[in-house]
C-alpha cells in the first residue's frame, strides 16, 4: 500500500507515473484481482484496514524511469551469443515490460 505524493508525466506516449512517497506492507488474500494494473483508489476503511496501524516507510530515492534509459549505451560488442550488453537500468525496465510490472519491483544481483 502506499501513499500517492504525486503524478508525472513520461516521455511515453499519454503514460503516467504515479509517485509513491511512503509505502506499507500488508498482507490480505484475494486484495487484488490480479488485473494488468494492480493501482485500485478505495475508502481503506471501508475495506478493513486501520491506516494508523500500519508501519510506513519511505520510498527510497530512485533514478526517474525516463533518466534510466538515457545512460549512453557501452561501446561493446555482441557476445558468442548475439547478445548486446545492457546496463542494470535497461535490464529492469526490459524485465518489467516482459513481466507487466513497474522497474521498481524488479531486483538484479551480479555475483562475481
Same mark, same amino acid.
Request: zero cysteines; hydrophobic letters at 40%; glycine letters at 6%.
Given at each position: 500500500? @502506499?501513499?500517492v505524493a504525486g503524478i508525472a508525466a513520461t516521455s511515453v @506516449?499519454?503514460?503516467?507515473?504515479?509517485?509513491?512517497s511512503e509505502y506499507a506492507e500488508v498482507s490480505r488474500p *484475494?486484495?487484488?484481482?490480479?488485473? $494488468?494494473? !494492480?493501482? %485500485?483508489? $478505495?475508502?481503506?476503511?471501508? $475495506?478493513?484496514? +486501520?491506516?494508523?496501524?500500519?508501519?510506513?516507510? !519511505?520510498? !527510497? /530515492?530512485? *533514478?526517474?524511469?525516463?533518466?534510466? %534509459? +538515457?545512460? #549512453?549505451? #557501452?561501446?561493446?560488442?555482441? +557476445?558468442?551469443? @548475439? *547478445?548486446?550488453? %545492457?546496463?542494470? /537500468?535497461?535490464?529492469?525496465? @526490459?524485465?518489467?515490460?516482459?513481466?507487466?510490472?513497474?522497474?521498481?519491483? *524488479?531486483?538484479i544481483t551480479v555475483r562475481f
Amino acid at each position: 500500500m @502506499g501513499k500517492v505524493a504525486g503524478i508525472a508525466a513520461t516521455s511515453v @506516449g499519454n503514460k503516467r507515473i504515479i509517485q509513491i512517497s511512503e509505502y506499507a506492507e500488508v498482507s490480505r488474500p *484475494v486484495s487484488w484481482d490480479k488485473s $494488468r494494473n !494492480p493501482v %485500485l483508489y $478505495r475508502n481503506l476503511a471501508e $475495506r478493513g484496514f +486501520d491506516i494508523a496501524s500500519l508501519q510506513w516507510k !519511505p520510498v !527510497p /530515492a530512485q *533514478v526517474a524511469p525516463d533518466e534510466a %534509459l +538515457d545512460e #549512453p549505451a #557501452p561501446a561493446l560488442e555482441t +557476445d558468442e551469443h @548475439g *547478445v548486446l550488453p %545492457l546496463s542494470i /537500468a535497461q535490464a529492469k525496465q @526490459g524485465l518489467a515490460a516482459y513481466f507487466q510490472v513497474s522497474p521498481d519491483q *524488479v531486483e538484479i544481483t551480479v555475483r562475481f
